[in-house]
């Protein structure tokens, strides 16, 4: 399952949940969001599994991957 690591007063992390809306990808389903903010597990995981202290972070597998518009064109590309 996509694991998208974010937290909720993110710009870009909203930018990332709203496409995944429109994509109709249903939470629990399709994707697990993993809250990310500063000092949390989620946030440790992100630096872990990346290398960087920075969201939104989608994981999918093998696939990492750090900004918004990367992510979006990912989703689109797979979902679409």
């Given at each position: 399952?996509?694991?998208?690591?974010?937290?909720?007063?993110?710009?870009?992390?909203?930018k990332?949940?709203?496409?995944?809306?429109?994509?109709?990808?249903?939470?629990?389903?399709?994707?697990?969001?993993?809250?990310?903010?500063?000092?949390?597990?989620?946030?440790?995981?992100?630096?872990?599994?990346?290398?960087?202290?920075?969201?939104?972070?989608?994981?999918?597998?093998?696939?990492?991957?750090?900004?918004?518009?990367?992510?979006?064109?990912?989703l689109?590309?797979?979902?679409?």
């Amino acid at each position: 399952m996509i694991k998208l690591y974010q937290f909720d007063s993110c710009p870009y992390c909203q930018k990332v949940v709203r496409s995944m809306e429109q994509l109709k990808l249903k939470a629990g389903k399709d994707f697990e969001l993993v809250e990310a903010s500063r000092n949390t597990k989620g946030r440790d995981e992100v630096v872990k599994l990346g290398g960087k202290s920075q969201v939104p972070f989608l994981v999918d597998g093998a696939n990492k991957l750090y900004e918004s518009d990367d992510i979006i064109a990912y989703l689109k590309q797979k979902f679409s």
